[in-house]
């Protein structure tokens, strides 16, 4: 395996780690906020994220990048620990609590649009890449303004100002 290969298996299973972990956030606040707008929205966010962790983990198919398991279930148990971080209240949800998860949201789709410019690189127009990474691009530059427009009424709610 030469440099390159190894160096793009490395990154892709990063990113699949990442993958990982936005995906059971978005879940989590989509549960937190069922009922609301935010929550509706947070629906979509978690099929289209699952569906973009899957065309991740095709593209890793089509380079022989083999999944490292040791990182991805570090990534899962990561959220997990997340959760135990102080919102500002002894138990439950806080209107912290949803700044904080829709900030970690907002970091995830940044690297997912990182991502697929990326990988815009890593294919030659004799080897395409398995997936339209110009409509995955698209997606999370969509996504990341709606997300950008929840995270503003998120903090002003939290900081009394909303």
Same mark, same amino acid.
């Given at each position: 395996? !030469?440099?390159? !290969? ?47 962790? $899957? ?12 999944? !490292? ?17 102080? !919102? ?42 398995? $997936? ?21 009424? $998120? ?8």
């Amino acid at each position: 395996m !030469n440099e390159a !290969n190894k160096f793009l298996r490395i990154y892709l299973n990063d990113h699949l780690a990442g993958a990982i972990i936005g995906v059971e956030l978005a879940k989590r606040s989509q549960k937190s906020n069922k009922g609301t707008p935010l929550g509706d929205f947070l629906a979509e966010f978690v099929a289209d994220a699952s569906a973009d962790k $899957a065309q991740l983990e095709q593209i890793m198919d089509s380079v022989g990048a083999g999944r !490292n398991i040791l990182k991805s279930w570090a990534a899962w148990a990561a959220e997990k620990v997340g959760r135990l971080k102080s !919102n500002g209240q002894l138990a439950g949800y806080s209107d912290l609590s949803r700044l904080v998860e829709l900030e970690g949201l907002v970091i995830g789709v940044t690297a997912r649009m990182g991502l697929w410019h990326s990988l815009q690189k890593a294919f030659s127009p004799s080897q395409p890449p398995p $997936a339209d990474l110009d409509a995955l691009l698209q997606r999370a530059q969509d996504q990341l303004a709606e997300l950008q427009h929840y995270h503003q009424r $998120a903090a002003a709610e939290a900081f009394g100002l909303g």
